[in-house]
């Protein structure tokens, strides 16, 4: 019987992504949840009456992380190219995953400049989606550190993330 992983306590990314992009977003948003992460899709959170940017601004605050998906769909949009400079001045990491059909014409990095990126090729998304995994392995350490720390005795959900976590790194 499946059950679905059990989110880090307090870990969440948020995912920076063009809405025309539901595929890749599916794709990306499966393996960061596998890791027991917890994804923050604007979407997925619907509060009428709220300004948007006061919802985007509250959850990449929250957020330990921003995994920004770089698509033909989404090079251009405002949002995105906002998202990446709210999540640059507040100092959170921002994990770039660029498709490999993009046109480079189209990219500017701006904000992104210097950064390495995950090249994501959707004929053989796996490397790229090991990578994301790797990549974020290090904040689920450590926010589990910090959780059993304050708590002493981890919880059964913690035990079995610490577990798997190790299986992927290979302890």
Known sequence: MYSPPVPAPGLEVFL?????????VQLVSA??????????????????GTLIQRKVHDALKRCAAVVVLITNSSVDSAYVQQEIGAAVSLGKPVIPIID????RFL?????????EWLTLDLDSPADAMAKV??????LVI???VVDVSVNATPTPAQTLILLGVGLLLGY
Do not use: C, N, Y
């Open 16 to 24: 920076s992504h063009a809405t025309d992009d539901r595929e890749h």
């Open 31 to 48: 393996q960061i949840e596998a890791l027991g992460v917890k994804v923050w899709l604007a979407e997925h959170d619907p509060m009428p």
């Open 100 to 103: 490999k059909s993009l046109d």
């Open 107 to 115: 990219f500017q990095p701006g904000m992104l400049a210097g950064l």
């Open 133 to 138: 995994t790797a990549t974020l392995q290090p």
């Open 142 to 144: 450590s926010q589990l």
